[in-house]
């Protein structure tokens, strides 16, 4: 297949690239680059054959079009995805991920492409206390970052529905792994004890997230977009469910630092409790997810301590001004 893959220069993305191309499909990977986008991230597969980059915004309709000419299939990852910055300056979310989506949808449908993959998030659905959630529940996102992911997700079940356009939902869950901005937890965390920093847990860090490694996660899209049915929505759970303080125990015990390091700071606002997704949908499209989590930590803190030549130039410029604009005058927890 010739796959247009947006957001190819970010975590996710890049090795959904990878595995594209493993695979034996051609790739056009269409980013914009943005403070998330990092080249490095696809430097091995820069001079392969099947693959081509365009340096581009998925909201300029002219360039998506240009794109598009000869491509198969779309997976659109491109997205601006970190909650804080979406409390702390949200305009650039809607841009992307709700008028973004909108743009390349429509110029996929005008393109005549077999089919569109959208990823989205087990966010837009809020918090769940008990039980797991399933495609056919409601979605309630709670902050500016899922309510706009929500919002391209709910577009490409309208385009479906609208112009009968062939499109697929994936709704992964949170997702770790190698090349990850050290802005989300597991990647702060780890470049932070590596450099003796705190590691600013919320609240009392009881929040449960449910865990999955990239390359299932990408397996689970792939699952998805080769078997799913037209105008379904799948989720992509790791089936893995832990608390905040308990990643955290996990990453000082792989690195071999002290508890010491961790600092209770006040809550995110809006904080969702938990998350935990049914993914039986998926299994039933013969995806399971693959990889141990204990396994897949421990890769995952083994690769930063031996890429420190990947991070440390990010934890720089216009990191340390997010980070202070983040971290810098958070008080303690109430907790
Ligand atoms: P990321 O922030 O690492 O990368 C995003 C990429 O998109 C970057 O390369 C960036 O340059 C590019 N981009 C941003 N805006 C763009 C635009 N307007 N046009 C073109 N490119 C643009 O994100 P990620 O963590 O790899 O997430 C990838 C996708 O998976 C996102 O859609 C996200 O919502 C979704 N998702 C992420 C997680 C997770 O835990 N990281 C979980 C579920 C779903
Ligand atoms: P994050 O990686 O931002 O993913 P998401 O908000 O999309 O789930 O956060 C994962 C969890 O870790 C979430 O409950 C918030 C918490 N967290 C902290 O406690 N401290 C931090 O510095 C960060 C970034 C996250």
């Known amino acids: 297949m010739r796959l247009l893959v947006t957001g190819g220069c970010g975590f996710i993305g890049s090795a959904f690239v990878r595995m594209a191309l493993a695979r034996g499909h051609e790739v056009t990977n269409l980013d914009k680059l943005t403070y998330a986008g990092n080249p490095a991230n696809v430097a091995e597969v820069a001079d392969h054959a099947g693959y081509r980059f365009v340096h581009a915004d998925i909201a300029d309709a002219d360039d998506v079009a240009g794109a598009l000419k000869g491509v198969d299939v779309v997976v659109n990852m491109a997205a601006e995805s970190h909650v804080d910055r979406s409390i702390l300056d949200p305009a650039a979310f809607p841009m992307t991920d709700v008028v973004g989506t909108a743009v390349i949808l429509d110029q996929a449908r005008r393109a005549g492409v077999a089919r569109f993959v959208q990823v989205s998030t087990d966010e837009v659905y809020g918090s769940i206390a ?27 079940l309208a385009w479906h529905r609208t112009y009968g356009m062939d499109v697929v939902v994936t709704r992964g869950s ?7 901005y050290p802005e989300k937890l597991i990647p702060l965390f780890v470049t932070n004890v590596l450099d003796g920093e ?21 397996a689970g899209i792939f699952a998805a977009l080769e078997r799913g049915r037209a105008g ?55 995806w399971e997810p693959a990889v141990n989590f204990g396994d897949g930590l421990a890769a995952t803190v083994a690769w930063y301590q031996d890429h420190r030549s990947w991070w440390e130039p990010i934890k720089s ?10 971290y810098g005058d958070r008080g303690a927890a109430d907790r």
């Open 130 to 156: 008990e039980g797991r959630f399933r495609e056919t529940d409601p979605v309630e996102p709670s902050s500016p970052y899922s309510a706009s992911k929500a919002g391209g997700d709910l577009q490409a």
């Open 174 to 180: 949170n997702t770790y792994g190698p090349r990850q």
């Open 198 to 218: 705190g590691l600013p847990v919320y609240g009392d860090g009881q929040q449960i997230r449910d865990w999955i490694h990239v390359d299932d996660h990408c």
């Open 232 to 286: 379904e929505v799948y989720n992509v759970g790791g089936g893995n469910e832990r608390t905040n303080l308990e990643v955290t125990e996990r990453i000082l015990e792989y690195t071999g630092a002290s508890r010491d390091l961790i600092r209770y700071v006040a809550d995110r606002p809006g904080h969702d409790r938990r998350y935990a997704l049914a993914a039986e949908k998926l299994h039933g499209l013969g």
């Open 317 to 326: 410029g216009e990191y340390r001004a997010y980070y202070e604009a983040q």
